[in-house]
């Protein structure tokens, strides 16, 4: 309460005197990390600059008026109702303020719909609630997803800096590079919002979108998804590291090396233990938004694994849901998302934990599993 | 025509049935614009306590007292409930009361399709509010409602939805149709089209508005209900539909459905600021023209609500201009409003404390609204708090403003009553303060790059969020304020004169019939001679 006392009486001063205060950030647009941002953010403060004049003139005049024609004793109103003259000119002059708009607007536009292709291409996909991001030349890819611990948001944590802005694994980029991103999303609409670049685009299913950027200084820059998509909609944010293109060629060497480490641990042996403590990893991150942290769900919306006759004793279907998804219910596919060892671990999570183990048959399924399922698909 | 009348003698003298059935049954203009009123003003406190669950949620960072799905359906209820519930039926209201009024007709044109009109809203809102206690929830899926958001991944509660949205869409359509057979068939001898009053003016192009669009909303909503329920896929991309298909077509409702929240404000606002200027108002058929003009334009500036949706440059830079033309008629009626003001005598009773605090306010809500046109720059003001500033800016201190004014500046003539003018003071600036202290903030953390309707924000957004809570709160004890003069001024008001507000005798037909108005006025027209002023 104090506090929403203290900014009230700062934001009547920023309001009455034209003082130049430290918050500046927190009232106005980022002028951004690339040219284009700034001829954006230069766009919004030209076109704010003449509505504050407008806007300031018409209070003032009307301020005038109130006080100067208030009621007084014997003075008589005024009895005129048209000037046509006088309304001829304020309409050309609206007409005129609006061409003086509409020029660096235009000029603007056409060079944010540059759509040439980038040096470098990534495909980014919209999820609920995460961002696929795939380097389309390097046939790499992940997912990033918030990293903001439960604790935090449930106020049982000391809230820090980037609070709701933190995911697990940010996009990177090099810096001095023409990035061009493609974007459509799996599920319903999202959008791809950072700030600082003046990139937001829609990512709708069916559609691909594009964006473009070209950043001069390594950074990280933030954003967050700019369209409702469901419950956790507040809680996709986005996070681009721009680094020097050495540090971006080793980014994409360790990601192929990775690729290839993940595909051999198909071959290793694997204990139930093992298994489940990668999938308890894997279920926190994927799976409760919807199933919940105990595996009850919300039914009849999100269903319960709890003594699900699925998750107990059909382990086949079990499988299949996880790498088809479900037609018309929430449930994605995690083919593609997850690696074999993931997926292979998660169910044996949701088929042990709960009691689910010893209620239903207790099956465990091994990476090789999902292995062969991939292949007897092809 | 006079056998007609003189059949019907005997009715004229009695007054409204007793009990219930009065209300149930009634055809008068009156009763039907008084359940209009008092349903919007029900439907605010329904739709104000979302807004209070809200702005208590987001008082700070961090999880408060809603769960994120929950959060959804109030944001979205919310929304649906202030559009389709308080302004729209608010205005009808008004338009029930004092269209007849105005054009000196004895009642509305089609009388029982006026009682069904407004039963029918009820119903709806009954279903869309007994969402809540289904399973699934609410609608959750933003007033906009985007597919697939709204069909493939929608609550099985939708259904519940679009039927209730194709009721009050028959609704709005019924109460259209009777609005302008009045206007064109009923009034006095002697008022032609332009010498109507600006508020049957400005209802009369809303009516065509509202025709034209309402079946495009139920048109949407149809093949929602087929994509959930037949197989379909209008908007399904997996089916080979297409998702912004839905946008196009719920803009193509949604942008003219803005200007149906506005117009008749600009009516009601025009009427209040020549009273009270004691002037005759500046520039009449430039306010016409201005009307009109806004709702022509309406319909080809839609798609300025989807510049971040791919669409070609082409089509950005169409919208853009065209939606920056609507600027000019805007422009000038706001400068009408002002000549109206000068040279003129002016006091400052509440509905004309009102009308001022929605011209200025307006303004402000007009001007970011010129911002957000410039295409490139809405890449970043898109979906976030600087919209919700400025639509609030525009439906708040405009729409609402514009009723609380009307509400003021014609109880007198309706309950015969004066309303308490200290309070009615007392309640404008308590809403004034309150409204800007709300709604300005959120410019800033919507400029900082706060998206709209997320449960939970990053720190750097906090200290603005919690300024908007409090101003929130505010402004929603300030209504409780308005229910408690209404009901002061119904049961305990002093006399009201016949011509209520000094010099308005000459402004409209309204002011020369008796305070209270007769259950039943001007059996016979009123001759337009009797306007001509005295000065």
Redesign the interface.
């Known amino acids: 309460?104090f506090?929403?006392i203290k900014?009230?009486l700062s934001?009547v001063a920023a309001l009455t005197a034209n003082v130049s205060f430290g918050a500046w950030?927190?009232?106005?647009?980022?002028p951004g990390a690339t040219q284009l941002s700034q001829e954006?953010f230069g766009?919004?403060m030209t076109?704010?600059y003449v509505?504050?004049a407008?806007?300031i003139s018409?209070?003032l005049?009307?301020a005038f008026?109130?006080f100067k024609?208030?009621?007084?004793e014997g003075?008589?109103?005024?009895?005129?109702?048209?000037?046509t003259a006088?309304?001829i000119t304020?309409?050309v002059l609206?007409?005129l303020i609006?061409i003086v708009?509409?020029v660096p607007?235009?000029s603007?536009?056409?060079k944010?719909?540059d759509d040439q292709e980038g040096d470098i291409n990534i495909l980014i996909t919209g999820h609920?609630w995460k961002w696929q991001y795939e380097y389309i030349e390097d046939e790499v890819g992940f997912f990033s997803n918030l990293s903001t611990s439960l604790d935090?948001?449930?106020?049982l944590a000391p809230?820090?800096?980037?609070?709701?802005?933190e995911v697990d694994e940010p996009l990177v980029i090099p810096t001095n590079t023409r990035v061009r991103f493609l974007i459509t999303a799996n599920?319903?609409?999202h959008?791809w919002?950072v700030?600082d670049f003046?990139?937001?685009?829609?990512a709708?299913?069916?559609?691909v979108?594009?964006g473009w950027t070209y950043v001069n200084e390594p950074g990280v820059f933030r954003?967050?998804?700019?369209?409702?998509?469901?419950?956790?909609?507040?809680?996709m944010p986005i996070v681009v590291k721009a680094v020097s293109p050495e540090e971006y060629s080793t980014f994409i060497r360790d990601k192929k090396e990775a690729k290839i480490q993940q595909a051999l641990l198909t071959e290793k042996l694997w204990s139930t233990s093992e298994l489940m403590e990668i999938g308890e990893g894997i279920y926190q991150k994927n799976c409760v938004a919807c199933h919940q942290i105990g595996g009850r769900g919300?039914?009849?919306?999100f269903p319960s694994l709890v003594g699900s006759e699925i998750v107990m004793r059909n382990k086949a279907r079990h499988i299949e849901i996880l790498m088809e998804g479900v037609q018309?219910a929430?449930m994605a596919s995690y083919a593609e998302q997850l690696s074999e060892v993931e997926i292979a671990a998660v169910i044996t999570y949701t088929r042990q934990a709960w009691g689910n183990a010893e209620t239903g048959d207790g099956k465990i399924v091994i990476p090789k599993e999902i292995l062969d399922y991939k292949t007897n698909k092809l | 025509m006079s056998a007609v009348i003189d059949s019907h003698h005997d009715d004229h003298h009695h007054g409204p049935a007793k009990g219930l059935s009065r209300w149930l049954y009634t055809t008068n203009h009156k009763d039907i614009g008084s359940m209009y009123l008092w349903f919007s003003l029900v439907m605010l406190f329904i739709g104000g306590a979302m807004a209070m669950v809200i702005r208590a949620e987001l008082f700070e960072?961090?999880?408060q007292i809603v769960?994120?799905?929950f959060y959804?359906q109030m944001v979205t209820n919310h929304g649906l409930i202030m559009v389709f519930g308080v302004i729209m039926p608010a205005f009808v209201g008004f338009a029930n009361w004092m269209i007849p009024m105005q054009i000196g007709a004895p009642d509305m044109a089609l009388p029982r399709l006026n009682n069904l009109s407004f039963w029918i809203l009820p119903v709806a809102f009954g279903i869309l509010l007994s969402t809540f206690f289904m399973?699934?929830g609410a609608p959750?899926?933003?007033w906009t409602f985007?597919a697939?958001?709204s069909t493939?991944?929608a609550?099985?509660t939708v259904t519940f939805f679009i039927f209730s949205v194709h009721i009050m869409g028959a609704s709005s359509i019924m109460g259209s149709i009777n609005i302008i057979t009045t206007i064109l068939n009923m009034r006095a001898p002697g008022m032609t089209l332009m010498k109507m009053p600006l508020f049957v003016w400005s209802w009369f192009i809303t009516a065509y508005l509202l025709i034209a669009v309402m079946p495009v909303l139920a048109g949407a909503v149809t093949m929602m209900l087929m994509d959930i329920h037949a197989g379909t896929s209008f908007f399904k991309?997996?089916g080979g539909?297409?998702?912004?298909l839905f946008q196009h077509i719920f803009w193509f409702f949604g942008h003219p459905e803005v200007y149906i929240m506005i117009l008749p404000a600009f009516g009601i606002v025009s009427h209040i600021i020549e009273t009270f200027?004691?002037?005759?108002?500046?520039?009449?058929?430039?306010m016409v023209y201005a009307i009109a003009s806004i709702a022509l334009l309406s319909f080809v500036v839609w798609a300025h609500h989807m510049f971040?949706?791919?669409m070609p440059?082409a089509g950005?830079?169409f919208f853009?201009?065209s939606t920056?033309?609507i600027?000019?008629p805007t422009?000038?009626k706001?400068?009408?409003w002002?000549?109206t003001?000068?040279?003129?005598?002016?006091?400052?009773e509440t509905p004309m404390l009102f009308a001022?605090a929605f011209?200025?306010l307006f303004?402000?809500g007009g001007?970011?609204g010129?911002?957000l046109a410039?295409?490139?720059?809405d890449?970043?003001y898109?979906?976030?708090y600087f919209v919700v500033a400025h639509f609030h800016y525009v439906l708040v201190p405009g729409a609402l403003f514009s009723l609380l004014a009307a509400a003021y500046y014609w109880i007198p003539k309706w309950t015969g009553k004066m309303y308490d003018e200290t309070l009615g003071k007392v309640h404008f600036w308590m809403s004034f303060i309150s409204v800007n202290?709300t709604f300005?903030?959120m410019h800033?953390?919507g400029?900082?790059?706060m998206?709209?309707?997320?449960?939970?924000?990053?720190?750097?957004?906090a200290?603005?969020n919690?300024?908007v809570?409090?101003g929130a709160f505010l402004f929603g004890i300030s209504q409780l304020l308005f229910l408690f003069i209404v009901l002061k001024c119904i049961y305990n008001g002093k006399a009201a004169t016949t011509e209520v507000w000094e010099g308005a005798k000459d402004k409209g037909f309204e002011w020369t019939v008796d305070s209270p108005a007769p259950y039943h006025t001007f059996s016979s027209p009123p001759s337009m001679e009797s306007l001509k002023s005295s000065?």
């Open positions: 309460m506090r929403a900014y009230s934001l950030d927190d009232l106005n647009m980022s954006i766009l919004h076109v704010f509505c504050l407008i806007g018409v209070l005049a009307m008026i109130l024609y208030r009621k007084k003075v008589k109103p005024a009895d005129f109702d048209d000037s006088l309304e304020w309409t609206f007409a609006l708009l509409a607007a235009t603007v536009m056409i944010a719909y609920q935090k948001r449930n106020n809230k820090d800096e980037n609070y709701l802005l599920d319903v609409i959008s919002w700030p003046a990139i937001k685009q829609d709708i299913p069916g559609f979108n594009t954003g967050q998804c700019t369209e409702l998509c469901g419950q956790y909609h507040g809680y919300i039914p009849p919306v018309g929430a | 960072p961090g999880s769960s994120p799905e959804n399973e699934g959750n899926f933003g985007y697939p958001l493939e991944y609550p099985p991309a997996g539909g297409d998702p912004v200027s004691r002037k005759p108002i500046f520039g009449y058929s430039s971040t949706v791919g440059i950005e830079l853009m201009y920056m033309l600027a000019i422009g000038v706001v400068f009408n002002l000549s003001m000068f040279k003129g005598s002016l006091t400052f001022i011209v200025a303004t402000i001007l970011s010129i911002m410039i295409a490139p720059a890449f970043q898109h979906d976030t202290l300005f903030p800033f953390v400029l900082a790059g998206p709209r309707r997320i449960p939970d924000y990053a720190m750097q957004f200290d603005w919690m300024m809570s409090v000065s």
